[in-house]
């Protein structure tokens, strides 16, 4: 994407990995990403892969946004796990895209993520 993503950053998401169709990004969790029960927040775990997402679908010269995503958490991580959050394109027209995107630690699944993206017009 090459922009500056502060709330990413605010976060200590990592972008490690950035295709056509494709991103991976990390989240070391730290107790500030826990909620009151020591699990990683829902929110932060939401926010790793709507990262994910936004790098893949605003690859190159594209420009998307969001306009539905879902998410199911299958499994908790705490303070100390690295997650791992993998973008992969499912579909694409010529005004939407659809993802998938998969979290998970110690390559067990944490939560999945689907995105569906209205592409921006080309600036002229």
Do not use: W
């Not at 972008?15 to 989240?27: C, F």
């Not at 895209?97 to 993206?117: D, H, P, Q, W």
């Amino acid at each position: 994407m090459n922009r500056q993503d502060c709330f990413r950053e605010l976060l200590g998401i990592k972008v490690l990995e950035v295709k056509e169709g494709y991103s991976r990004v990390s989240l070391k969790v730290a107790r500030e990403h826990t909620n009151f029960l020591g699990a990683t927040h829902g929110g932060a775990i939401f926010t790793l892969a709507d990262c994910a997402f936004a790098e893949a679908v605003n690859f190159g010269d594209t420009r998307a946004m969001a306009v539905q995503v879902s998410i199911n958490f299958l499994r908790p991580s705490s303070e100390g796990d690295v997650l791992m959050a993998e973008a992969s394109k499912v579909s694409e027209g010529k005004t939407f895209a659809l993802y998938n995107i998969t979290i998970s630690r110690e390559g067990k699944l944490v939560a999945l993520f689907s995105g569906l993206a209205y592409k921006l017009p080309a600036e002229k």
